[in-house]
């Protein structure tokens, strides 16, 4: 019975040891829940709400980008506003064409091919009420607005400063939706397609003045290098204008004199707005025939022409107005392709052609590089004759040797086939017969060819890359077709 009784005392301060170590365990393990809870919080709000975010051990990184609500907030924002905001396009753009009573019955032909009435805003800014050789005002032109002299209020030289005044009331003018205002003379050739796409390319709601400065070193050495001509026109972001405008006053009294394009560049360079240049605009101070430069243009989307009345017309035949409906012509079917260069070989025959696509054709009865057609046949003439550099490109010099001269062809008529998304373009020789066979090549002259056809595809997008071609000839046939197409990998033209 003792030992029972021992038995029984022994079982019942163990069960009491038990439960103790239960309670115990029990209190440690909430204890060490809570401490370490505590800890984590601690932690995260120390990762977290850090003014400096000073942890940057790669065991938090993880955290910070999964769990900060604040960064997520601001992105998805972000996003949710860049969604929210439509591409540029043309009804974002506003016109600034800065004209005069005196030239518009000449130049308003320059103006109408690409002014898209009711859809393309901005006005023409005159310096005085319109006579009645002008008037009625033709529908197809962009409205006129007469500057006022109360826009300025230091009108010492109006001339000069017309450009100020001009951006001033069309600032006024425009509305809200306003991103780009463009500023143009009165004979300047615009591709309206092409200007949006490029505009687009770049943040309308920071700083920008994009525009392009003189084919000829004299002209920029004179004005600037880094200047935006009005002719071939320019571009200003509506910031750009707002600041602009804001110290308009105190530029013009500190460049008093100086003209708008120059009043415009020192104005905003002072105020750290520099040129973006864009090779597809073109001031065109040059003189004669400009094919040789339409023939090369650069590999960039064409965007403005200009001085149409002091070159030739660009094409054969035709007079200055005529030729600019006639390169029109292709503009409606394909902005994007027209003016780019193509150049491909007909191996048999040992010639080189040259496209540019919408304008004209360079047959050549020899292998020549690409390097050396992509520079410009020098055509034409220097707007001011000095010393060379004339140019700010290279060119190639006219001569005599029919195994460096093309025969030319120039663009005739254009016909799309929207089912197979294909564009044909035909182009006719400028003059029969007129180029002697090249004489190491003497069996393969062109003589023979009177037209090219052009087969491309439709809306080629510039950001793919130059494009190549592949020449067809019948030996009996006159006509030479070449079919545009992507280059292949590693492909060398020449």
Same mark, same amino acid.
């Given at each position: 019975m003792a030992f029972d009784n021992n038995n029984n005392n022994t079982n019942t301060k163990l069960t009491k040891l038990s439960n103790i170590s239960q309670s115990l365990s029990l209190s440690t393990l909430w204890k060490s829940i809570a401490l370490s809870g505590a800890l984590l919080f601690l932690l995260h709000t120390f990762a977290f709400n850090h003014p400096h975010k000073m942890i940057t051990h790669k065991l938090f990184a993880p955290l910070e980008f999964t769990f900060s609500s604040s960064e997520i907030s601001r992105s998805s924002s972000s996003l949710q506003q860049a969604s929210r905001e439509p591409p540029t396009n043309i009804s974002h753009l506003f016109f600034v064409i800065v004209g005069s009573t005196k030239t518009w019955r000449s130049r308003r032909g320059y103006i109408e091919p690409w002014w898209r009435p009711n859809i393309t805003k901005g006005h023409v800014f005159l310096e005085k009420p319109p006579?009645? =050789? @002008? @008037?009625?005002? &033709?529908?197809?032109?962009?409205?006129?607005?007469?500057?006022? =002299?109360?826009?300025?209020?230091? %009108?010492?030289?109006?001339?000069q400063i017309r450009l100020f005044?001009?951006? #001033? +009331? %069309?600032? *006024?003018? %425009?509305?809200?939706?306003?991103? /780009?205002?463009?500023? %143009?003379? =009165?004979?300047?050739?615009?591709?309206? $397609?092409? @200007?949006? +796409?490029?505009?687009? !390319?770049?943040? #309308?709601?920071? #700083?920008?003045?994009?525009? !392009? *400065?003189?084919?000829?070193? /004299?002209? *920029?050495?004179?004005?600037?290098?880094? !200047?935006?001509?009005?002719?071939?026109?320019?571009?200003?972001?509506? &910031?750009?204008? +707002?600041?602009?405008?804001?110290? !308009? +006053? $105190?530029?013009?009294?500190?460049?008093?004199?100086?003209?708008?394009d120059l009043l415009s560049f020192r104005c905003l360079a002072d105020l750290g707005i520099d040129l973006t240049m864009n090779k597809g605009i073109h001031q065109i101070d040059l003189h004669g025939d400009i094919s040789g430069l339409l023939s090369a243009h650069p590999q960039s989307p064409l965007i403005s022409l200009h001085h149409f009345d002091v070159i030739n017309p660009i094409f054969p035949a035709m007079s200055r107005q005529e030729s600019v409906n006639h390169l029109m012509k292709t503009a409606k079917t394909d902005q994007s392709r027209i003016l780019q260069q193509t150049i491909c070989y007909q191996r048999g025959n040992n010639w080189s052609v040259s496209v540019s696509w919408g304008y004209s054709v360079h047959v050549y009865q020899s292998i020549l590089p690409r390097n050396y057609l992509k520079r410009p046949l020098e055509t034409f003439r220097p707007w001011k004759n000095v010393r060379i550099p004339v140019y700010t490109f290279n060119t190639r010099r006219v001569t005599n040797d029919p195994c460096e001269m093309p025969r030319q062809f120039f663009f005739d008529s254009v016909v799309e086939d929207k089912n197979q998304s294909l564009v044909t373009t035909m182009y006719k020789v400028k003059t029969l017969g007129s180029l002697p066979p090249c004489l190491p090549n003497v069996n393969q002259s062109a003589r023979n060819i009177s037209q090219v056809r052009v087969i491309a595809a439709t809306m080629h997008k510039m950001g793919e890359g130059i494009e190549c071609c592949d020449v067809e000839n019948v030996s009996s046939s006159e006509t030479l077709e070449v079919k545009i197409r992507a280059c292949h990998k590693d492909e060398v033209l020449a």
């Open positions: 006579g009645r =050789d @002008l @008037l009625p005002w &033709p529908q197809q032109s962009p409205p006129f607005i007469v500057n006022k =002299d109360s826009s300025i209020t230091n %009108a010492k030289f109006k001339t005044q001009s951006l #001033h +009331e %069309a600032f *006024n003018k %425009a509305n809200k939706d306003t991103r /780009w205002f463009v500023i %143009a003379d =009165d004979d300047t050739l615009f591709f309206l $397609d092409n @200007l949006v +796409e490029a505009l687009e !390319m770049y943040d #309308h709601k920071k #700083h920008y003045y994009i525009g !392009m *400065n003189s084919e000829n070193v /004299w002209s *920029n050495a004179i004005f600037s290098f880094d !200047m935006g001509y009005g002719g071939g026109g320019y571009a200003l972001s509506y &910031p750009t204008v +707002e600041t602009l405008l804001k110290n !308009m +006053e $105190d530029c013009i009294a500190r460049y008093l004199g100086v003209y708008s």
